[in-house]
């Protein structure tokens, strides 16, 4: 996840663009940069870092211009670096373009600009965009029709701004599964990922779609769709969002907004990372021990990854929470292991130090990370990255669910296996679907709101469900809660359960489905308040309270099961009065043992 603007207008465009830029931060903070024109000539500004340092250490306020476009970037492909950073240039330095999403044929484009003469400067996958428009400028008298022939060739997401030099009445952008408003203001126009990035000048937008671009002039704009040329008739609305509210998209607090992005989240993690996984997946194959490791709810992704190795594979990995893997494996790694160490931050003391202890015993090491360039992707000797965006909640939900896509894309990628990978791409729009429940879940919290210990139960692949879901309510909520497989209540925890208790069961229609109902039976005798999670709704008294869920393959609902499990603790969090986004005694990356 990135985020761009553009303006177009009166004004001192630079800062206007800055400040743009500032209100855009949630999506990105590892670099950032501007392109600002100024008649015929384009100046381009930008480094890895944070905002303010970078425009005092380029004087990015002292540029005077009549238009411009801006970046701030979360690394996908290429680490943060000076030359990574957006805006990227074509060869001839006229075109600047900034980008938000992902170049899926950005590979193929390079080879073929590459063979034409054009030279790289960065790794991203944005640059092949300046050269290709600047290639289409060859066939093409006018800048847009090089820019939608140019569009017309892109396979993927994005959300593109672009100024070029020999146009000074004109801005361009476009829109392909990533976020992009218009602004319509006074004294110019704007283009953003998000409305808050121009809130301050206007409250006016303009909504555009999938397929579409835009031409932004002082005093007007205009959207076309990319495939026709054709001109898409489009209202202004008026938003009434405070610039607060706009921040959070709307939403009252940063993890509710993560939790609905899942589906945005594992779609873009699926398309960045299931090309690149063959290679990875062979490495599951050509050691003779595997390792998961990770802490908290990534431990939990290590314990799913179990499961869906097992199950897929056949290969029997084990789990350890990275805290103790070096107590226990220092002394007997050796160069036929392989660790997984699965980190959202990369910076985990615990999880570094696994990896240090792994690679200092010959053993290789596979990351699964969110923080591009983060240390966990420096000492390891391959990272598949999930493509969440920044998280800024400090409980993680989406780079959890995208954790568990890329295990499973490893998992189906390594066994061949097209109906699993068909069947989590089908993931997003369950989790869509599962996003409705969030009243039903509401009504759950009203009644539970007083409770001070639950259980999460459940067998087989949604163990770690159970055990996440209980992290996520003591994290945010302060209520005591725990997880565990439904076999193991009655050795021991079944004791504590009393009148009122509540027991969540984690229960899809699968081959278990019977044995944890007679989990909750048992718990339901002792009095507990029972919950079910299930897409079996034949049992309708199974249990106290049901939440429906939708039917899919049953090893994949893990990613599914999270959400509304995720709600829970968030809407009792809200209901205790906690503030969700910055739980006490917590931080988001933990750098201490
Ligand atoms: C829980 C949570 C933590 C982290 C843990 C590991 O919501 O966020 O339990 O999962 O601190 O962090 P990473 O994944 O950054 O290594």
């Known amino acids: 996840m990135c985020g761009i603007i553009g303006y177009i207008g009166a004004g001192d465009v630079c800062r206007i663009i800055v400040s743009g830029l500032k209100r855009l931060e949630y999506r990105g903070y590892d670099s950032m940069g501007v392109a600002i024109g100024n008649g015929g000539t384009i100046e381009v500004r930008k480094g890895a870092g944070r905002i303010d340092d970078l425009v005092n250490r380029f004087h990015m306020l002292d540029l005077k211009g009549d238009r411009g476009v801006g970046h ?26 900034v980008h938000n999403g992902i170049i899926e044929n950005f590979d193929e484009l390079k080879r073929m600009l590459e063979a034409r003469g054009h030279v790289f400067r960065s790794q991203t996958d944005t640059e092949v965009v300046a050269h290709l428009i600047e290639e289409e400028l060859k066939k093409h008298a006018d800048f847009e029709a090089a820019f939608r022939s140019a569009l017309r060739e892109l396979r993927g997401s994005f959300a593109l701004g672009v100024v070029y030099a020999d146009d000074a009445e004109s801005l361009y952008f476009a829109r392909m599964e990533s976020p992009l408003v218009l602004g319509v203001g006074d004294h110019g126009m704007f283009a953003a990922s998000d409305v808050p990035a121009f809130l301050e000048h206007t409250r006016r937008v303009v909504l555009m779609d999938d397929g579409e671009y835009a031409i932004l002039r002082r005093n007007s704009w205009e959207v076309k769709e990319i495939e026709s040329g054709r001109t898409v008739p489009k209202e202004v609305h ?11 998209g709307g939403y009252p607090h ?26 990875f997946a062979d490495m599951l194959y050509n050691h003779d021990k595997v390792i998961l490791v990770g802490m908290g709810t990534s431990f939990h992704s290590a314990l799913f990854g179990k499961y869906i ?38 910076e985990t003391a615990d999880t570094l130090a696994a990896i240090k202890l792994a690679k200092r015993s010959g053993s290789k090491v596979l990351s699964i990370v969110n ?11 391959g990272v598949i990255y999930t493509h969440a965006g920044p998280e800024i909640g400090v409980a993680a939900t989406k780079t ?29 729009e369950k989790i869509r679907e599962t996003l409705n429940v969030r009243d039903r879940v509401a009504e759950l919290a009203d009644v539970v709101r007083d409770k001070r210990g639950f259980f999460y139960i459940s067998r087989g692949v949604n163990v770690p469900t159970a055990m996440e879901g209980a992290l996520k309510l003591k994290e945010i909520s302060y209520v005591y809660a725990e997880g565990l497989s439904a076999g193991e209540l009655k050795h021991g925890p079944l004791a504590v359960v009393e009148e009122g208790t509540p027991v969540i069961a984690i229960a899809p229609a699968d081959d278990l489905y019977k044995k944890t109902l007679m989990n909750v039976e048992e718990a339901k005798a002792r009095g507990a308040f029972t919950v079910l999670l299930s897409d079996e709704h034949g049992d309708g008294d199974a249990a106290d309270f049901q939440i429906d869920m939708p039917e899919m393959n049953p090893l994949l609902t893990p990613m599914v099961y999270a959400v509304p499990l995720q709600l829970l603790a968030y809407e009792l969090a809200v209901r205790l009065g906690r503030d969700p986004d910055k739980p006490r005694n917590l931080a988001k990356s933990v750098t201490v043992e």
């Open 72 to 97: 701030v970037r979360w690394a996908t492909h290429g680490s943060p670096n000076d030359t990574n950073a957006h805006p990227q240039l074509d060869c001839t330095g006229k075109i600047a373009v």
């Open 238 to 248: 008026e938003v009434s969002w405070t610039l607060e509210m706009a921040e959070k």
């Open 254 to 279: 940063f993890m509710l907004k993560e939790i609905y992005e899942q589906p945005e989240a594992i779609a873009a993690t699926l398309a960045g990372s299931l090309k690149r996984i063959g290679e």
């Open 309 to 346: 190795l097992q199950r897929v594979l056949g290969i029997t990995p084990i789990v350890e929470e990275a805290s103790e893997f070096r107590y226990l494996y220092d002394g007997v790694l050796d160069d036929d292991t392989l660790v997984v160490a699965i980190t959202q931050s990369g």
């Open 371 to 381: 923080v591009v360039g983060s240390m966990a992707t420096r000492l390891s000797d």
């Open 400 to 428: 959890y669910t995208s954790q568990l896509a890329v295990l499973a894309a490893l998992a189906f990628t390594a066994n061949d296996d097209r109906d699993g990978i068909n069947d989590l791409r089908k993931v997003p």
